[in-house]
Every structure is written in structure tokens, then in C-alpha cells.
């Protein structure tokens, strides 16, 4: 089956900083989603991004689906950003096949 | 709109018990699915609706029922409950296998 690689898998940040978040994936796609899970394990869907690049707010997020990797830019990072992010992939339904999650800590 | 709701939050089960997990959506979507999460790991598919009266596995069926009751409604049985299935469960919606939106979760021991 798919393979979803997230990287780095832990992000120690300080307020302000700006990061780059990585998923790499084995095999075509038609679905890529990113998620964030905040401390209290809430799951909120960030970007649809199967192709192309998107923007909301400091977030934006960049999917090169003929290299298949997909990139999560966050800018002037807060502390309520931290969590897990992870990216998950369907190659041809919406079976979602979820990366291992990066975890991100943001300081004051 | 309460979007994805999920019943109960918490729940403690000795081996061999059965329970079930409710979701429901008011979002009008179409599929639904029921993930698991342990500890460290992302989340894996136990299975999905993509229509109402449709049911289809994900990666991790085993041990699992579920029922499409309505649009709004997915539930997911344990018949007889395991140590390996104690999890985060998550209960997920979406329109036209886009966007997910996930419920609140409920964290289940099995004893």
C-alpha cells in the first residue's frame, strides 16, 4: 500500500519563528489533506491540497503531486499552533492513509 | 451547526464486553468513517460510508461492526471487546470524499 513519510517528527519553536513541514507519499494521489491536533486532541483540517498551493492566513500549504511530496509552510509561528500535524493521502478513493505526524512546540 | 458529534466521550469495558460508539453529523454529507488512534501514531481507517445504505472496510476492520442507520448517523460496535482496542476512536464526515471534519473523539479502555 501507500507510504506516507512526515518530516521532521518533532519542531521545537520559538514564537515568531517561521517552519517548513514535509510529506512525502510512495504513489499517485487524487486526495491530500492536512490536519492539525491540538493539545487536547482535536482534529481540524487545514488545507484540501491534492495539487497546487493554497493560503489561509499564516498557513499556506504546496502539494507537487508528479514528485509527490507536499510541504506545510507556517509563518511567525504562536504558541497556540502547537500540536501534531499530520498529512494524510487517498491514491484513488477517500480511504485517507494518515502520515505518522509531526509534532510542533511553539515557546513564548 | 454541531457538526460532527460523537457518544460517549469516555468509556471503560472489561474484556469480552460489547458497546457501541454513536456519531452523527448535521452537515448533510454524504461519507462518513470511523479511525482509530494509538499512542504516537496517526490515524488508521476502520471504515467508511460513502453513502447512506454503503458500508466498506478500512486498513484495521477486524473486531468492528458498523451501521449506517441515516445520513446523519454511522455507528461503530465492538461485539467483544479486546486490550488491543483500546484507542482513541474518531468519527469523520465529509462531502464528496473532500474536506474531513472530525468529531471530538472517545477514548476507550478495554480492561
Known amino acids: 500500500g501507500i507510504q506516507v513519510e512526515q518530516s521532521p517528527p518533532d519542531l521545537i519553536l520559538q514564537e515568531g519563528a517561521n517552519s517548513t513541514l514535509r510529506c512525502n507519499f510512495s504513489d499517485s494521489v487524487n486526495n491530500l489533506q492536512w490536519f492539525h491536533q491540538n493539545p487536547w486532541g482535536q482534529l481540524i483540517n487545514l488545507f484540501y491540497i491534492p495539487s497546487g498551493t493554497k493560503q489561509n492566513g499564516r498557513l499556506s500549504a504546496t502539494t507537487v503531486a508528479t514528485e509527490r511530496y507536499s510541504l506545510l509552510y507556517i509563518s511567525s509561528s504562536q504558541t497556540t499552533d502547537s500540536g501534531v500535524y499530520f498529512c494524510?493521502?487517498?491514491?484513488?478513493?477517500?480511504?485517507?492513509?494518515f502520515g505518522t505526524g509531526t509534532r510542533l512546540q511553539v515557546f513564548p | 451547526n454541531a457538526g460532527v458529534t460523537q457518544t460517549p466521550k469516555f468509556q471503560v469495558l472489561k474484556t469480552g464486553q460489547s458497546m457501541t460508539l454513536q456519531c452523527a453529523q448535521d452537515?448533510?454529507?454524504?461519507?462518513m468513517y470511523w479511525y482509530r488512534q494509538d499512542p504516537g501514531m496517526g490515524l488508521r481507517l476502520i471504515y467508511y460510508?460513502?453513502?447512506?445504505?454503503?458500508?466498506d472496510k478500512g486498513e484495521v476492520p477486524n473486531g468492528y461492526n458498523v451501521s449506517r442507520l441515516n445520513k446523519r448517523e454511522f455507528s461503530l460496535r465492538l461485539e467483544s471487546a479486546a486490550p488491543s482496542q483500546t484507542s482513541v476512536y474518531f468519527c469523520a464526515s465529509a462531502d464528496r470524499a473532500e474536506t474531513q471534519y472530525f468529531g471530538p473523539g472517545t477514548r476507550l479502555l478495554v480492561l
Open positions: 494524510a493521502v487517498a491514491p484513488h478513493t477517500d480511504k485517507l492513509i
Open positions: 452537515m448533510n454529507h454524504n461519507s
Open positions: 460510508s460513502a453513502s447512506e445504505g454503503t458500508t
